[in-house]
């Protein structure tokens, strides 16, 4: 049993959850990066998003299994180690906190630049430090108003892509914003088919609709918060898959069928397209606002993340025991604090870093993405097997086609790393990625973690 002093609180609520898991999967890619998607897969794009949905969806479920059944702070990063051993329990916690660095520093020079639409006169930099001020701030109040500002965040991004839907159909069917003639779905196959790529363009697409999906699996890092973790995390984990049915697949359903999609792009955002061409005028403004609160909530997401995993590393005697320190307001404030600092340094590395860097930081999230992804299927394999079949039946939350639908999920994210080989553009995540993994194994053996015995000392832990 650890100190009270030192647990987290419970202080998530199941609207929390629900809206934070949904406002995971829609990011500032499904507003602005989709245009790039596009271009690689044509209206196959949808297929592309729909294929990685389903992945992602047995993938949660494995985590769900878990989650629910043993609903600890660290969550994957735990299971890896009762699991798979202290190396992958340590390997996964130290890569996601990598890994959600990398897309913090990249979402807060974001941050900047769409403040620099508004006040161009305004050096990007101050945006950008600014935002990590005011998300900083936020996650160091209490769990519950971290809660609070993701629930909001991820309303507005959700109302936005539901009107665009709704009114792109009007368009669609009843011809409204179009003079009263319907356009139609004929766009979707009119300029050179529905897959005018071929599969080779559904592939190239894939690393980076699998990065759009990058923070859904932090659902479960709300385990060791949630007021009732069985039921909400349940909730949300089941409704992964429509919702990307939805927002994604839908949202560029209405896109492409409305626009030819080798003139999505051209313009900017096929979101601003949409809008302007219902006769919107400030639609420019309306998706700049919403994009910046897509940035600043993955911020938000990436700091609340990075230091629940610091927290979870150093319960287990692989980082430093401040980092299990929790304050009077229920945050691993030391953990949260060092989060902020190291992004600090991003401030200042995405000021002086040319403009390719964030492309390739892109592929290498991917990459820890595909780990994490990997690990948990894993884990869900290895845990299944420390159960006897009494157990088994009395789980109250079971991942869907076992064990197939575990090894369909790892075969597709070996399917992603080739074609992250294949492809150049990719490469640069297949060197930094095993690169960045051999230096933590370096850490592990040289600061004797390898001697040091975790909490649980290999036993599944529970969190009191």
Known sequence: MQDPQDSLHRGLEERHINLMALGAAIGVGLFLGSASAIKMAGPAIMLSYAIGGFAIFLIMRALGEMAIHNPVAGSFSRYAQNYL??????????????????????EITAVGIYMGIWFPDVPTWIWALSALILMGSINFIAVKAYGEFEFWFALIKIVTIVLMIVASLGMIVFGFGNGGIATGISNLWSHGGFMPHGWTGVFMSMQMVMFAYLGVEMIGLTAGE??????????????????ILIFYVGALFV???IYPWDQIGTTGSPFVMTFERMGIPAAAGIINFVVLTAALSSCNSGIFSTGRMLYNLAQQKQALPIFARVGKNGVPNAAVLLSV????????????????????????????????????????????????????????????????????????????????????????????????LAFLVAVYYLMGFNKQQSESDGKPATQS
Do not use: H
């Not at 996601?96 to 990249?106: D, G, N, R």
């Not at 869900?380 to 109250?396: E, G, M, N």
């Open 85 to 106: 051993g202290p190396l992958a329990g340590y390997l996964t916690g130290w890569n996601y906190w990598f890994l959600w660095l990398v897309t913090c520093m990249a």
């Open 226 to 243: 949630a007021k009732n973790p069985k039921k909400s995390l349940a909730r949300a984990i089941d409704s992964v898959f429509w919702r």
């Open 255 to 257: 896109v492409m069928s």
């Open 341 to 436: 600092v190291m992004l600090l340094v991003g401030v200042l590395l995405n000021y002086l870093a040319p403009k390719e860097v964030f492309a390739w930081l892109t592929a290498i999230s991917t990459f820890g993405a595909i780990w994490t992804w990997g690990v948990i299927l894993l884990s869900q394999l290895k845990f299944r097997k420390t159960l006897d079949s009494q157990q088994i039946a009395a789980l109250s939350y079971r991942m869907p086609l076992f064990p197939y639908g575990s090894y369909i999920a790892l075969g597709f994210l070996a399917i992603v790393i080739g074609l992250m080989a294949w492809f150049p553009d990719t490469r640069i995540a297949l060197m930094v990625g095993p690169g960045w």
